[in-house]
């Protein structure tokens, strides 16, 4: 019979069995792939264009897109096979990347939100303060840091859609003791929130920075502070120091999952970097020998009268050092 199989076996015996029905061909999941692949290349794209310096995106637009991922989920559910189908999620596919790009940097990516800026210093305490401790704690989207010659300890200025700034100041021991941390919670379902905060450090004291926050974005000018030390723990994505000779020796520890981070260095000064795990790469000058397991030094690091101490841990991506 047509649908029946005959089957041999070794003893001679004849034994039918109906033949297996072909299950049903499941609906194809081809234009659901493709709308995930598309939203994926166009966020890939826009971030390895910002990542090359072509473009400037506010990544904290991304969370603004999150609706997309409900509606892509939604049309795959959808069983649309033939013209219609492919029409359907071609449109939706094209509608997906024109959004995106819209968002994240066509005439949507500006924020919607209301934002407010708010200075703060904090004044040197009295004649008799000898050295300074500045700590800023916050989950800023970015910060940048200088130095002033103004009779505070430290100024500056917040411009933030949901935050306030927090001002705590002690003395002990002739130390100025500075903290400075940021209040408030983002509504980061709504996207478009601003956290951006400029530091200002005084250059007439020595100082010891401690910053603590998962900030984007971390840019600091220090070549004019009297810096004793600094200990950056941050989530960053990008983080940009130049230190100076300022003081005979200066301590630098930064634990970060930064995707790059880059130092500036005077000529001048001896330098051993202690690298930990995490690193996938390094530029530093030619001038740097090993003298260790993952430790380096300048060739000046002997005769120089100023020097510094850098120690990299955590997931950091590249570090590049340079001299100026």
Do not use: H
């Not at 200075?119 to 050295?131: H, K, T």
């Amino acid at each position: 019979m047509a649908n029946n199989k005959k089957k041999v076996v070794e003893e001679g015996e004849v034994v039918q069995s109906k033949a297996v029905s072909q299950p049903s061909r499941p609906a194809d999941k081809w234009g659901s792939r493709f709308m995930w692949a598309t939203f994926f290349i166009v966020v890939g794209v826009i971030m390895l264009l910002v990542n090359l310096g072509l473009l400037s995106v506010e990544l904290s637009s991304l969370w603004r897109l999150w609706p997309i991922l409900i509606i892509v989920a939604g049309l795959s559910v959808l069983s649309l096979r033939g013209w219609v189908g492919g029409l359907v999620y071609g449109v939706a596919a094209l509608g997906i990347a024109c959004l995106t790009w819209a968002v994240l940097v066509g005439p949507l990516s500006q924020s919607t939100v209301d934002t407010a800026r708010e200075d703060f210093s904090v004044a040197r305490a009295g004649d008799d303060i000898e050295r300074a401790k500045v700590s800023v704690k916050g989950g800023a989207a970015s910060i940048d840091i200088k130095s002033q010659s103004s009779g505070d300890i430290v100024n500056g200025s917040i411009r933030s859609s949901f935050a306030k700034i927090k001002k705590d100041s002690s003395v002990s021991d002739r130390v100025q003791d500075v903290k400075l941390s940021l209040d408030g919670n983002a509504r980061w379902w709504q996207g478009g929130n601003v956290n951006n905060l400029a530091v200002n450090l005084t250059n007439k004291l020595p100082v010891e920075l401690d910053i603590d926050t998962g900030a984007v974005s971390v840019e600091a000018d220090l070549s004019d502070v009297m810096l004793e030390s600094l200990d950056l723990d941050a989530g960053a994505s990008s983080v940009n120091v130049k230190l100076g000779d300022k003081v005979d020796l200066a301590r630098v520890d930064i634990d970060t999952g930064a995707s790059s981070i880059k130092l500036q260095l005077p000529e001048s000064v001896g330098v051993e970097l202690v690298v930990k795990d995490g690193l996938s790469s390094k530029d530093v000058p030619r001038d740097y020998k090993e003298i260790g397991e993952r430790t380096y030094r300048s060739a000046n690091y002997d005769k120089a009268s100023k020097r510094v101490v850098i120690t990299v841990d955590m997931g950091v991506s590249s570090l590049e050092i340079t001299n100026y």
